[in-house]
């Protein structure tokens, strides 16, 4: 069953540095964004808990027939216990500008003299599955050296001239003279890491330009991973996840996921397109000409992380609701506050909202700084995530 969630955005400008600490609602102060008790005053962390509910607002640009943006009626029960409340998601996620890359080493290579061994990747990713059915999946296949005369032809060939075979196939040119045919270069990176593992990378995905049309929708979360298979034989047009489910000669260890960035400048300025006319008193539509739009107002500052805040609550008067209601409307708040590095507004909207809502879970992923890696073997690592979802 699906639900409607009436959405607000508050994206908290990078001037704005504290929450205001004198005035109500009608004083904000365009972009400006404040938390607000019952009676209008301001909410701090020291007496939200005391309000019966508590609004969040933001001063407008154009007040012409309209006042501040304001939230709904948000009751929050931050003891847990002994209270009612009417929110029914808090959660926050902390800015990563930064994606990961997936990381694969193939590792443990069994492969004999002479033997034929094939590696496939299958890659995913939004733009990869718009282009390829089931991914872009492509093959390399190569011959294991022969034994010498006095060499046991059951031993193992070893692993170092086995990827040292694989990097050479995977690393060439696509056919053809069109300089931009698609390629393994074209996604991954291949390394030999010790002569004993093949790592391979996959590289940042492009990110396309970013048209100036307020009315368009450019931004689009997107990763790519990809599935490895090393197995004995050459490649066919057999399903070679169930032809050769039983021959394969090598290991594939994913050491790190994929990730998406997170907070970015260009997912929150989505964020206040896609919602804007849910929150401007009149003229909701955008258009691609800038002076129908005169109650659009973006705040977001380009190259910005910022954290989001997350509110979900049902309707605070319960009477509100009509006899019958199949699917409940309820409401969602979704503060944007530039994160620690920009300014300190993110640590006092979360103190207050946890004075007044109780503790909040960091959905965020844990951020990395860099997507390089090191030539060292990386340390073994063990996930519950489904191998058939990398």
Known sequence: MADFSLTTVFVVPVGQTALPSSGSTQDLTAGQVGIFRSDYT????????????????????????????????????????????????????????????????????????????????????????????????????????????????????????????????????????????????????????????????????????QPCDVAAFPFEYDRMSFRTFVFSGPATTADFIVADACNFVAQPIITQRASYATGTSEEIAQ??????????????????MGGYNENFESWVSTGVTYNTFYIRFNEYNKSEYQWGDYIMEDSTVIIAAPNSITSGISAAIEAVLVAGLGTVVDQGIPCITTTTTTSSAPASTTTTTSTNIP
Do not use: M
């Open 271 to 288: 964020l206040e397109k896609n919602f804007y006319s849910y929150q401007a008193g009149y003229l909701k539509h955008l258009y691609r």
């Open 42 to 209: 301001l909410a701090t962390a020291g007496n939200i808990a005391a309000s019966p509910y508590f609004y969040v607002a933001q001063g407008r640009t154009n007040t012409y027939l309209q006042g501040s943006k304001r939230s709904d009626k948000i009751k929050g029960c931050p003891s847990g216990s002994g209270c009612s409340s009417n929110v029914t998601e808090w959660y926050k996620v902390s800015g990563c500008p930064t994606a990961a890359n997936q990381i694969t080493d193939v590792t443990d290579f069994t492969v004999q003299c002479g033997e034929i061994i094939t590696l496939t990747l299958r890659a995913h990713s939004s733009y990869i599955d718009t282009l390829y059915f089931n991914g872009f999946t492509r093959s390399v296949t190569i011959n294991a050296p022969c034994c010498g005369c006095d060499e046991n032809p059951c031993d193992d060939v070893s692993d170092n001239t086995i990827i040292n075979l694989l990097i050479a196939k995977l690393t060439q040119q696509a056919p053809g003279i069109n300089p931009d045919n698609i390629n393994f270069n074209t996604f991954y990176t291949f390394e030999n890491v010790g002569g004993t593992i093949l790592r391979i990378t996959g590289k940042p995905l492009t990110k396309y330009g």
